[in-house]
């Protein structure tokens, strides 16, 4: 029998490899920037094309490679960062696996040009699909120049695969950001189809941070600040009226390298509690700095799972950390009253005060049976009387509005609802009884007492109501006295303009100012008591990860966003003609039991279930 195990191929095996450490174009653009920053670079330069499909090309400024280096690091393990395994308890780079140079040259076209500062002339070399193409001396700048180009032309499936380039950009965004947050002392570029996204000077970490996520943070920001010997934190938290429920931004970095970490980022929110609604989130920026031998990053070739010893030691550090934040920045002061040097304030003995006595209330004297619209009064007669009597005619015919609230049904809605068959079955003599507690209208219903959501229940009609104007491609717009700006991150600026012809049909006139800066010039009619850049940047974040959705999808997503956002909170008190005509329109929807994202908008206590209660 023959032996069947063997070698795979160099080119296999690198293909392999590529499936987790190039995932899509923001993989290469995180590994080469990465490799940038490990090479010193003070300038780095990020060109993309079709959302990274056709390209990607990485510059930047750092101290380059020699003929034979360049050739070597395509290699597979080949790394200039550890020599021996105790190295990767030790490390001071972002990346020693050696793995992404080989992965990303077996699965695209290569071709770096670079330059060491003491060599004259450079190399360029060129690789398709891990086979070498060629390698020739030129004359190049000091530093790297790596180009990718079309990622996945030899794995069809895999390119098939890819999102659409909307999306595709703003994963390469998010990646771009990740890298340039941290490295502050680093000037970085992004250009998309030769348009620049962004451009970053060298600056402080809180400027870095207002440079990347708009001018709007910064007077949010609460400085955290810890030395002690488990770790070292460095950073801002987010003041609580920054908190949102969707889109919150949340950074760890552990000795400068970006990492996802649930654990500690419950520490955050626990040190919140009690201070922002619950299901919001507020955003932070924490530089974690700990002895390298306490961390193991080497869990995932992304690298962005860290392991650390004494986590729940470190949890309770974090956690005090940023509560004495919040109580060094006086975000939730208590109340203490000091008693200390309060001066001494005389009780007034009016007895003894003489003439010093307090002045006596001056006292109001009126007829209480004075009454002008008498006949008889002279006031009256000075005026005609016919003018009084009209003025109140049939006054005394109108009915007490207790009564009419408590009891009276609504004949529109009772002819509205007889004429619907899908509820015929189910409401037969609809009677409005009462609003609950500013949060539930009771209604009579064939089969008991219905309980509707009022809340929920707007949400349904708001949600069709804005699904039925993107569809129809037209909304009513309100135009604003005064414009409103507002700042966003390259990634939300991107979303924004992806979906701007959608958010017109909504009802906002909005133009770019450049820079992610926008101004707002008209809204949706009926936005009152909201602030229409926040219902702006909820709507972005609501279809930021949507963008290769179909238009379907992004309808629903943008429609929800909105009703939620513009919909009754609980204990808001109605009118009873506020009540029927939201219960009206509720019925008239296809699925009135329950909202878009599937909550619960009526429910119904049955008269059998009543008797039952009450049968003893």
């Not at 604003?480 to 009802?507: C, H, N, Q």
Request: a negative charge; proline letters at 5%; hydrophobic letters at 40%.
């Amino acid at each position: 029998m023959q032996d069947i195990i063997h070698l795979l191929p160099d080119s296999v095996a690198n293909q392999i490899a590529a499936g987790e450490v190039v995932q899509r174009p923001s993989s290469v653009v995180k590994e080469l920037m990465e490799n940038a920053i490990d090479a010193g670079a003070t300038k780095v330069q990020v060109l993309v094309s079709d959302g990274g499909r056709t390209l990607v090309q990485v510059i930047d400024n750092g101290v380059g490679m020699s003929e034979t280096d360049a050739r070597l690091a395509f290699e597979r393990h080949a790394t200039s960062k550890i020599k021996k395994a105790e190295d990767l308890f030790a490390l001071n780079t972002m990346g020693f696996r050696g793995e992404a140079l080989a992965s990303i040259v077996a699965v695209s076209q290569v071709e770096l040009t670079t330059r060491r500062a003491d060599d004259e002339l450079g190399t360029q070399i060129m690789f398709s699909g891990s086979e070498l193409q060629s390698q020739e001396t030129v004359a190049a700048p000091v530093g790297s120049n790596f180009k990718v180009k079309n990622l996945f032309f030899n794995i069809p499936a895999r390119r098939k695969f890819l999102k659409s380039t909307q999306t595709e950009l703003n994963n390469i965004v998010s990646e771009y950001e990740r890298v340039a947050l941290i490295n502050c002392d680093v000037e970085f570029s992004l250009l998309h189809n030769g348009v620049e996204l962004s451009q970053l000077p060298v600056s402080s970490f809180r400027q870095r941070i207002v440079n990347i996520f708009g001018k709007k943070i910064n007077s949010h920001l609460l400085e955290v600040s810890v030395d002690s010997t488990l770790i070292k934190i460095k950073g801002f938290v987010g003041a609580p009226e920054s908190a949102r429920k969707k889109g919150a931004l949340q950074y760890f970095f552990v000795n400068g390298r970006y990492m996802r970490h649930a654990y500690f980022a419950k520490a955050v929110q626990e040190a919140f509690a009690n201070i922002v609604p619950a299901g919001e989130q507020v955003p932070f920026f924490l530089c974690l700095n700990v002895e390298p031998s306490r961390i193991d990053v080497n869990i995932h070739p992304t690298k962005t799972e860290i392991k650390f010893e004494d986590e729940p030691g470190l949890w309770k550090i974090i956690l005090a950390a940023v509560r004495e934040s919040l109580g060094r920045f006086n975000v939730a002061p208590g109340l203490d009253f000091s008693l200390d040097d309060m001066p001494e304030i005389p009780v007034m003995d009016i007895a003894a005060a003489g003439d010093r006595a307090p002045v006596a209330a001056p006292t109001v004297s009126y007829d209480p049976t004075y009454n002008p619209f008498k006949k008889n009064a002279p006031e009256y007669r000075k005026t005609d009387n016919s003018y009084w009597e009209k003025l109140y005619e049939g006054a005394e015919k109108m009915p007490n509005v207790e009564d009419s609230f408590n009891s009276a049904p609504c004949d529109e809605f009772l002819a509205s609802l007889a004429e619907s068959p899908q509820h015929k079955s189910e409401i037969y003599v609809p009677e409005l009884l009462a609003q609950y507690k500013g949060q539930y209208i009771l209604l009579s219903s064939e089969n008991g007492l219905m309980l509707v959501h009022q809340r929920r229940a707007h949400i349904r009609v708001l949600f069709e109501k804005f699904r039925k104007q993107l569809y129809d491609k037209r909304g009513t717009i309100q135009g604003l006295l005064f414009p409103e700006r507002i700042e966003l991150s390259v990634a939300e600026s991107l979303t924004l303009d992806y979906i701007m012809e959608e958010l017109s049909y909504l009802g906002f006139d909005i133009s770019s100012l450049g820079h992610g800066s926008y101004a707002i010039q008209g809204v949706p009619a009926g936005l009152d008591g909201l602030e229409p850049a926040t219902l702006l940047t909820e709507i972005v974040h609501s279809v930021i990860e949507q963008t290769s959705a179909p238009k379907e999808k992004l309808y629903e997503k943008m429609a929800l966003s909105m009703a939620k956002q513009m919909a009754v909170v609980a204990g808001q008190v109605l009118q009873r003609e506020e009540m029927v005509a939201l219960v009206t329109e509720l019925f008239a929807t296809e699925t009135p039991q329950y909202t878009p994202d599937g909550a619960v908008v009526t429910h119904t206590l049955q008269d059998s279930e009543l008797a039952r209660f009450f049968s003893k």
